[in-house]
């Protein structure tokens, strides 16, 4: 029941369901938010092993190339 001087046409207990999930959307968007940092993480850590891993078998790669070349030339 809304009181008679509340500006607002708006059921209290309907204010409180409201501010109840706004309270649980807060906590997932929370969640979520540290979920999303620790994969970027994750990515990043991954990307630089990537990275090198790149550029040791172009090095490799160069140097075995290097060492045929020698012997065959």
Known sequence: MT???CP???DPI???KLIQ?????DE???TNNTRLKEIE???EKTRGIGIGIVL????LSASAGS???KWWG
């Open 67 to 69: 060492l045929i070349h």
């Open 21 to 25: 999930k706004i309270e649980t959307l």
């Open 8 to 10: 607002l046409d708006i």
């Open 28 to 30: 997932s968007v929370r």
């Open 41 to 43: 993480a994750q990515l």
């Open 14 to 16: 309907e204010i409180g």
């Open 56 to 59: 040791a078998t172009v090095g």
């Open 3 to 5: 009181p008679p001087d």
